[in-house]
């Protein structure tokens, strides 16, 4: 069974900064694209930052330049720093990972979740 168990959220004031970690667990032979994606109350969950397991990333307009998405392939951990926090970022936040198991295909596996609340 994978496990991708996420750490780092909390409360901050406006214009601080977070780090989220995700690490995956769980009979893993390879790991493709991971990410963070985030859901407001009242929104649908949307897409945060990608990266490529070559390092490639991609990142949702609203966060480019304050956010930084980065990866360490041996440890199956992808990271998420976020600089100015804004209100706009309050959200549970969910990593997701390209996973494939031992005599398995790569599937999507999620995180549990981690609360970012951004006070102004």
């Known amino acids: 069974q994978v496990q991708l168990v996420e750490s780092g959220g909390g409360l901050v004031q406006a214009g601080g900064s977070l780090g989220l970690s995700c690490a995956a667990s769980g009979n893993i032979v390879s790991t493709n694209d991971m990410g963070w994606y985030r859901q407001a109350p009242g929104k649908q969950r949307e897409l945060v930052a990608s990266i490529t397991r070559g390092g490639r990333t991609k990142y949702a307009d609203s966060v480019k330049g304050r956010f930084t998405i980065s990866r360490d392939n041996a440890k199956n951990t992808v990271y998420l720093q976020m600089n100015s926090l804004k209100s706009g970022d309050t959200a549970v936040y969910y990593c997701?990972?390209?996973?494939?198991?031992?005599?398995?295909?790569?599937?999507?596996?999620w995180g549990q979740g981690t609360q970012v609340t951004v006070s102004s």
């Open positions: 997701s990972a390209k996973i494939r198991r031992v005599l398995d295909i790569f599937r999507d596996y």
